[in-house]
């Protein structure tokens, strides 16, 4: 039965940024939901001394939780070697931090839509890089999800594979155990793409997901489709907000991921209008789960 998990979605500014919200007080949130675990993100600030990361790991266990899953950013898109290569040292230090939390999940992204790059050469590198990071993931019991992804928050430009083709086409590049798929649903919106067009494609190689909802804040999807290919501009359309009253299906959603066998983790991303609205979500996920995998419940 999959397990849910819970992303400070609402506070990144605060963790990563100006540092007025301690990572303890986010734990103390957290665990007073009805979840499973915690996902983790590589840049909190208090995650810059290495010696609090198995502290960390100890305070959410007391809580009754575990850490499932590392969330990070790497770039494996720049034409340059050397940069590719500093990534990739990146990565395999974050796949070392969820050795040490206790993950066994670990996101990849392609890297940034450079304008010069064509995308047999965009796929070639990131997959390159994401293959060269697979030994110590296998080494260490670490399975590398990759995103359909929109967009770093400190990257000038948008996800490489965030086009449905490309993404599927750098997941059929990479054939390894230790290598799958962390479907977001609402970030196919931020393509222009269909949600459930996506999932079909790559069901099979779905590992861990983030449960999230995107609401439109004006036009209609078909306003989103004819705007700029697909990138930047979408997001002033779109909003995050509760789960189950946005624009994604979970009904049709969740019947995909249980005729493939998916029992993973389900990292929630919400909570932006406070914590009442992340406990709802939490809520509305229960229901969906315990209907779909009821002979687990």
Known sequence: MPKLAVFPKAFMHEL????????????????????????????????????????????????????????????????????????????????????????????????????????????????????????????????????????????????????????CKLVNSIDHPNFGVNYDPSNTFLAGEEPLDLLYKVSDRVVTMHASDRYLLSGTIEDLKNEEGGSVGYAKRLSHGEIGKGLNDYDAIFTELKRVGFDGWISIEDGVDGMDQLERSVQFLRKKIKQYWPEFT
């Not at 392609?110 to 890089?129: C, F, K, M, N, Y």
């Open 16 to 167: 990563c940024k100006d540092g007025t919200m301690k990572v303890s007080e986010w734990i103390t949130l957290a665990s007073a939901l009805e979840v499973d675990g915690i996902e983790w993100y590589a840049g909190f600030l208090e995650m810059e001394d290495k010696t609090n990361w198995p502290l960390f790991r100890k305070e959410v266990e007391a809580n009754g939780k575990v850490i499932p899953m590392l969330c990070c950013s790497p770039d494996f898109t720049h034409p340059e070697a050397s940069f590719r290569a500093k990534e990739i040292e990146k990565q395999l230090s974050w796949i070392r931090m969820t050795d040490i939390l206790g993950g066994k999940y670990c996101r990849v992204l392609s890297g940034q839509r450079r304008p010069e790059l064509t995308i047999d050469e965009g796929v070639q590198l990131a997959a390159e890089s994401i293959k060269a990071c697979l030994p110590l993931a296998e080494e260490l019991g670490i399975t590398l999800i990759l995103e359909n992804h929109y967009k770093d928050d400190f990257w000038e430009y948008p996800e490489f594979a965030q086009q449905m083709d490309v993404f």
